[in-house]
């Protein structure tokens, strides 16, 4: 077998194209092909999976081989390219690994540092703890450490990688990250999941300067706000995702629904029938009104912000009723009002334009180094490693 693909790919190497087309060569009869022409044959299913296979990157001769070794096998197919092919791993950097000692220690300490100044972090004139350039390619090395170690067969099967999955960790460092939703059954698990390292990797060299940016405008949830290039635009580009700045006062599902009724019925309540009748209520509005106030009353007594800056800053208590919060339909309109409704044909939510600032910190300033910490802990033990 072996000897006959070398043969035929020997056989075709170098032969004008055109020569290929007359001759009816079957990798290039592929529907879709631009040699493709009306009347030729369908092609096989094993030829259609060769396509596949050649457009995510891997050397079309090397898949026609490994292809035809496996009998057809995509999936072992893929498994044996991915496995054995350095080019498919992150771009490396010129930078000398330092021993892993030293390199956990740089990552405990900057932990240590973030966490100590956690409750002044967001007020003007605090500085952001930052590693140095240095310091922060060690930590980069990490991650392409850990990103190459994942994209492996065995992690393609657990977490039914699909077939441009496998080349995600190519994505070079400071490169858009393409979106998805962590908590959401979209893609692959292990999309999501390498997309999440990619973004923590990325957050490793922008994530000070994003929370700076976030700061300037008090972490205001209207994306509109933050100038072009700057705070959650640049969050959304470099991760796929953005940082919740609001906080959820009252999430209008069963399981909340079941739990107002049976206070209700203790008082003399009327109870509702759905998740939506409570959510279109006049008592979830107060019940959100009177969750959101201490919230945005805390915020402002942070940061000292009078009736003017509250209001420029849309979190001032004063100038809106429960009766009067927003319904919104779209993420891009939230951080417009103090409390305002979020509802779709999924969900309805109240939100608060204040932000749960651990989040925050934790989302850009601690969770990339948290994850390089817990890797290299369990790098060399294969049972903590497969749970990692």
Known sequence: IIFSLCSSSFFFVGLPSEWMMRHHHPVLLHKGSRFHRPGMAAPSAELMHLEQIVEMGFDR??????????????????????DSNPDLDPPQFAVHMRPVPEVLEILECHQKAVKEVLDTLALPGHAVPSLNEDDKLQVVQVFNEMIAGFNRSRYHRKYEAGLRD????????NSEIPSYFANAKYGSVFSRKMLSMLGLRNLVLAGPQIFEDLKRTLFCSDPHRYPRGTGLEVMKRLTGNTVDLDTVVLRCDDPTKETINTLNRTQGLPTFSSAEELAGSAQAKEIAF?????????????????????????????????????????????????????KNAFASSFHVNVPVMADVVGALLLAPYAAAHAYLLCRNDPADLEAF
């Open 61 to 82: 001769d090397r898949c026609q081989w490994i292809l035809g070794f496996t009998g057809g096998d995509v999936e072992q197919t893929i498994a044996l390219l991915t």
């Open 290 to 342: 009177n969750t959101a106030l201490p919230l945005l009353q805390g915020f402002a007594k942070k940061f000292g912000l009078h009736r003017k800056q509250r209001a420029e800053r849309q979190a001032d208590w004063k100038s809106l009723t429960p009766h009067q919060i927003p319904c919104v339909g779209g993420c891009t309109e939230r951080g417009r009002w103090p409390v305002w409704q979020y």
């Open 166 to 173: 496998v080349t995600l960790a190519k994505i070079e460092v």
